[in-house]
């Protein structure tokens, strides 16, 4: 069965970091092109980063290529997003996704399944 589960956040300070895990489950994990988004309260989910199974590593906020960091490991099938230098406006649930193909893709139309996301908290 083809399965999602996040872990990492939590409440942090400004300045803080977290790091976020995404393990999947189910699928041949070298083809599969694993992306998080996030989503704040009131507002739109957007995409931060997609890792495909070649390597690549893609960005779609340029605000934030600075402090967030994609990668995979794939002996144990898990892609991580580690967030530096969080601040307030991070606050939001992060969700790990598969796309429906093999290549990165910053669409939520692209996706073929959601993990069902871990709340990132950033406060004084």
């Known amino acids: 069965q083809f399965q999602i589960a996040e872990s990492g956040g939590g409440l942090v300070q400004p300045g803080g970091s977290l790091r976020l895990s995404c393990a999947v489950s189910?699928?041949?994990?070298?083809?599969?092109?694993v992306a998080w988004f996030r989503q704040a309260a009131g507002k739109e989910r957007e995409a931060i980063a997609c890792?495909?199974?070649?390597?690549?590593?893609?960005n779609y906020i340029d605000s934030l290529k600075a402090r967030f960091t994609i990668s995979r490991d794939a002996t144990t099938n898990t892609v991580w997003l580690q967030l530096n230098n969080l601040n307030p406006e991070d606050t939001a649930v992060y969700h790990c996704?598969?796309?429906?193909?093999?290549?990165?893709?910053?669409?939520?139309?692209?996706?073929?399944?959601w993990g069902r996301g871990t709340q990132v908290t950033v406060v004084s």
């Open positions: 996704a598969v796309m429906t193909v093999s290549r990165c893709s910053g669409s939520t139309f692209d996706v073929s399944l």
């Open positions: 890792s495909n199974g070649s390597g690549g590593a893609f």
């Open positions: 189910g699928i041949t994990f070298h083809w599969a092109a």
